[in-house]
């Protein structure tokens, strides 16, 4: 077993410091908790990520290592025994107080019936008899619904301050226990502008051709090419399969020699047609000190080809210089403003503020199809007044255990309207006209096509002052003339299995800044086993038209809010940056997960975010 571990850790390019106790220790894991040698390197492939170790493995990181498999297996035990939860004294005499204080708030207002929905929205559950405190039988009680602190902030991005959203009921100088918390007046709508409207709903896929996936990689090598020739700090760009002792410069895409993750193969470097007739050949980075690459990634590449059969590259390029301008006007990007009864002012009064709410599905828990999280989210969101609320998919998880085993008795498009789109039409009315939701899908989503790029939903819902929005999976829209762009794809962690690095320290930050410097939502290529890439379905929504000033990107791995930097290519350019967003997932497993709150000001570094686990 320990030849086993050894050769797992050696093909994920991980080195051993000290390698007899590490390996003793792993063997001692394997058996403790019954892993394979592979499932052992993926779960420290995972905890490295998260903590953004090097390609290092210590042993001062094992006792924190086996804590994370204790968790997991403890997390593993939760979900087999569903419903069972433990009750101290303490914890039934907050309980019985919760109940008591349910009862003494009777409001008798129009303003106070608001309240009560609210809180009634946002109770923590309490038991009476064989009955909840909001009428469920006790055993629709979860584990989710029992949890003692609802929003806790795990950490935050310029700690600014944040308007809390609500205020006490005028008359009254202090708040005491028995305050009614009021709505505060309606939030400024903000502008909203969808920048593409394809892939359009109803479509029709796979029919994916090898022409198309041709043409979409040649298309993506020319494009990086020309801004790199056009901004006259390199030369012109050659054929890389050429002997040559002179130095050259290439522009090609870095790929596997046969199927198979890049770390296990040679790397190859593709070139255009125009330039090698596509032909391929064998890249060697023995002389550079620092790299990040992965295979779909385009690069420009410096360096000679004494033999004709290696490159040996002295430098990489993996941006595209931000002086060169983008084609996005000369192919008429669609546009969709989305404001048909004039309720915005002039757009040269519209200010680039925009506060908004994040989260991404699943948006129930493992153990049922209540979708408390989301309850709980709509009612952070009506204390907070966000003036957009952005929702990414899965709604209807396929990879929730109900849908796995066929339990349901409605079909998922019944359920997706009854539990969310019924839930969104409760808060936008509640909230009034100002308030707007964006909803963008995933390819998880068990009521909708399977592809990506993904067309929005098709929802058919009565909504005069279309607060509620639909876009494509990736999308962009202007929100305040703020540009958000958004992909459900879960596309960090699929780069981050086949990245191959040198000298990268931040790999977090590498990850998310691959998908700004190489323009594209989905800069991977073969894609991962289960994304369904359909090349011949708008292959230019993959691509990032423009800079987003916020980057929403969910994924498996550890939740951020980052501020990343396009640094400008010559002297007196100013920098690019972006906000790049992982809220995580709302629901994990049994348990609540996190979401973003954030507060955009004109640019990231005026902006405030936060964390939020629910």
């Not at 690095?501 to 190489?518: A, E, F, P, V």
């Not at 809010?561 to 940056?577: A, H, Q």
Request: net charge negative.
């Amino acid at each position: 077993m320990e030849d086993q571990i050894r050769t797992e850790f050696k093909k994920n390019n991980f080195v051993l410091v000290e390698e007899e106790q590490i390996l003793q220790k792993c063997v001692t894991f394997c058996i403790n908790y019954n892993l394979s040698p592979s499932d052992l390197v993926s779960s420290w492939d995972l905890y490295s990520i998260n903590r953004q170790l090097e390609l290092t493995v210590s042993d001062a990181h094992m006792d924190a290592f086996r804590q994370q498999l204790q968790s997991e297996q403890k997390q593993a035990i939760i979900e087999k025994e569903q419903g069972l939860h433990s009750y101290t004294d303490l914890t039934m005499e907050e309980l019985i107080d919760g109940q008591e204080d349910v009862k003494e708030v009777v409001p008798t207002s129009p303003a106070a019936q608001d309240v009560l929905r609210l809180e009634l929205f946002d109770a923590t559950p309490v038991t009476n008899g064989k009955m909840h405190s909001l009428g469920k039988p006790l055993e629709l009680v979860t584990p989710f619904g029992q949890r003692k602190d609802k929003f806790v902030v795990h950490s935050t991005l310029n700690n600014l301050p944040i308007v809390d959203g609500i205020k006490v009921e005028q008359g009254e100088e202090k708040p005491d226990e028995d305050m009614i918390i009021k709505r505060v007046q309606p939030v400024k709508r903000c502008s909203l502008e969808v920048h593409s409207s394809k892939p359009a709903s109803g479509c029709m896929y796979m029919y994916d051709r090898i022409e198309d996936k041709f043409n979409f990689l040649e298309d993506r090598i020319m494009k990086y090419s020309k801004p790199l020739v056009a901004s006259q700090l390199y030369e012109e760009v050659v054929d890389p399969s050429v002997a040559s002792q002179k130095s050259i410069f290439a522009v090609g895409m870095i790929c596997c020699e046969e199927e198979g993750r890049l770390k296990e193969k040679p790397i190859m470097l593709q070139s255009s047609v125009e330039h090698s007739g596509g032909q391929r050949v064998r890249l060697d980075l023995q002389k550079l000190d620092q790299f990040s690459i992965f295979p779909g990634q385009v690069v420009g590449v410096e360096g000679h080809n004494p033999s004709g059969h290696y490159l040996i590259a002295t430098k990489i390029v993996d941006y595209v210089p931000l002086s060169v301008p983008d084609d996005e006007g000369s192919r008429q990007t669609k546009r969709i403003a989305l404001d048909p009864d004039n309720q915005i002012a002039d757009p040269s009064d519209i200010t680039s503020d925009l506060s908004l709410i994040i989260a991404s599905g699943p948006y129930t828990t493992a153990d049922n199809m209540f979708f408390e999280p989301l309850s709980d989210l709509l009612a952070y969101a009506q204390r907070k007044q966000p003036q957009l609320l952005v929702l990414l998919g899965p709604f209807i998880d396929s990879e929730h255990p109900e849908i796995k085993k066929g339990a349901l008795n409605r079909t998922y498009d019944e359920l997706f309207r009854l539990e969310i789109l019924r839930r969104l039409q409760d808060y936008v009315e509640y909230m009034g006209s100002a308030a707007r939701v964006v909803l963008v899908p995933s390819i998880r989503d068990a009521h909708h096509d399977f592809v990506f790029p993904q067309p929005p939903f098709d929802i058919n819902v009565a909504d005069p002052h279309q607060q509620i929005t639909c876009i494509t999976n990736p999308g962009i829209i202007s929100a305040n003339k703020v540009k958000i762009g958004c992909c459900s794809v879960d596309v960090l962690k699929q780069l981050s299995t086949d990245l191959v690095t040198r000298g990268i320290k931040n790999r977090m930050n590498t990850l998310t800044n691959h998908l700004l410097s190489q323009r594209s939502f989905y800069p991977l290529y073969p894609p991962a086993e289960d994304t369904p890439l359909d090349l011949s379905l708008a292959p230019e929504a993959l691509q990032m038209t423009i800079v987003p000033d916020i980057l929403i990107v969910p994924s498996d791995l550890t939740q951020f809010v980052k501020v990343l930097s396009l640094e400008g290519t010559k002297e007196g350019e100013e920098e690019v940056k972006c906000m790049c967003v992982n809220p995580g997932r709302l629901a994990r497993g049994e348990g609540g997960g996190h979401f973003v709150e954030l507060n955009f000001h004109g640019n990231p570094d005026s902006s405030s975010a936060s964390v939020i686990r629910i």
